[in-house]
């Protein structure tokens, strides 16, 4: 894969490069708590140009995707979008994505390494119907814009979106602009053909956003209690499990690829662990992996970790038994030397 069409920009303002799924992009720019802290009191600008895209074309594509996925696909207008998930017909995740209804195609916008993943997975099911796949990662940049001033930078740059709902988005000039706030702030991720990149980046600048990094995009999340596919969520657990319930599945769309599963999970049964936050007391940061108890019965492990600068503590994705997912329930963080308390919260962590 290639590195990131900024790169040169990225290098220019001394950026410290780190590699995700074969790309080179920035980790950070001198100071992640700086950057975060940047996203909640103004804007920041981060290249999501790593995040795997696809395009859907052809006169059965809307029919065809609303049977394959988890959310409404078939009645989406030009301009609207939704948040859904493909899944195997036992219901786990091939991967989650973000779908935009455009006059002639259907774009998504996928985990980084997941494009043709889910070409392949999807391709399997295309028989008769006139429904073709584009992968279009490598063509395309994506650039995300997080925080309160995002909307009047993106207005002096001449991008003014408008007033768009939630995957809401908007064509100016070659640019889709799309109302995405995984941050938990006002946000929106803008992708644009690469070579018209490093001028979309400069003008995000020039109009006062900060540069960042993916440290600063993965604490942004984890306060917002946006779940990263790779990092909370992979295909060994189900969209139930991940907590999306509300958020990237339609219970009343009809069939889907693994619908069955996640109907009778819905209206017969409970998950048997899910994803949850945990606030954890110290400084120390816990590992992927590390080991969670109540009790003293281990009851799941982390999914990712770190310092969280708005909130101020340690905060923790971790995937729980059902004994341990209510609120306030009492755990504690093991790996090495490492040893942790902390307490199960509702998310998201940070609400503005």
Not at 9 to 35: C, D, I, R, Y
Request: net charge negative; proline share 6%; hydrophobic share 40%.
């Amino acid at each position: 894969m290639p590195d990131t069409p900024l790169i040169k920009k990225h290098q220019a303002l001394g950026a410290t490069l780190t590699l995700s799924e074969g790309w080179q992009v920035p980790a950070n720019f001198g100071n992640p708590a700086t950057e975060h802290l940047a996203s909640r009191e103004s804007a920041a600008v981060i290249d999501l140009s790593h995040r795997g895209k696809l395009r859907f074309s052809g006169p059965d594509t809307p029919k065809f995707l609303h049977g394959m996925l988890s959310n409404r696909a078939e009645d989406l207008l030009p301009g609207e979008g939704v948040y859904s998930t493909f899944l195997t017909r036992q219901g786990k995740f091939v991967a989650d994505l973000y779908l935009y209804r455009k006059p002639e195609s259907f774009d998504a916008i996928l985990a980084p390494g997941m494009a043709a993943v889910l070409s392949e997975a999807i391709d399997m099911y295309i028989i008769m119907d006139q429904v073709e796949v584009e992968d279009i990662s490598i063509s395309q940049a994506a650039l995300g814009l997080f925080g309160p001033e995002s909307q009047k930078i993106l207005k002096g740059a001449g991008l003014d979106p408008g007033e768009l709902p939630e995957h809401g988005h908007i064509d100016i000039e070659g640019i889709t602009i799309a109302r995405e706030p995984w941050t938990g702030d006002e946000g929106y991720l803008l992708t644009i053909p690469i070579e018209r990149s490093e001028n979309l980046w400069d003008a995000l600048l020039k109009g006062g956003a900060i540069p960042a990094g993916l440290t600063a995009f993965e604490t942004l999340t984890l306060e917002a209690g946006t779940p990263l596919f790779g990092l909370d969520m992979n295909s060994n657990i189900n969209p139930m499990q991940a907590g999306l319930e509300t958020t990237a599945i339609d219970f009343e769309k009809g069939c889907y690829i693994g619908q069955e599963v996640i109907a009778k999970i819905k209206y017969l049964g409970q998950v048997n662990r899910g994803l949850c936050g945990i606030r954890l007391i110290g400084e120390q940061i816990p590992p992927t992996g590390a080991r969670v108890e109540a009790n003293g019965e281990e009851v799941g492990s982390v999914t990712r970790a770190a310092y969280c600068p708005t909130e101020g503590q340690t905060l923790a994705f971790a995937l729980l038994h059902r004994k341990a997912m209510d609120t306030g329930c009492q755990v504690s963080v093991h790996d090495g030397d490492i040893s942790l308390n902390g307490e199960v919260t509702t998310l998201p962590f940070y609400k503005n």
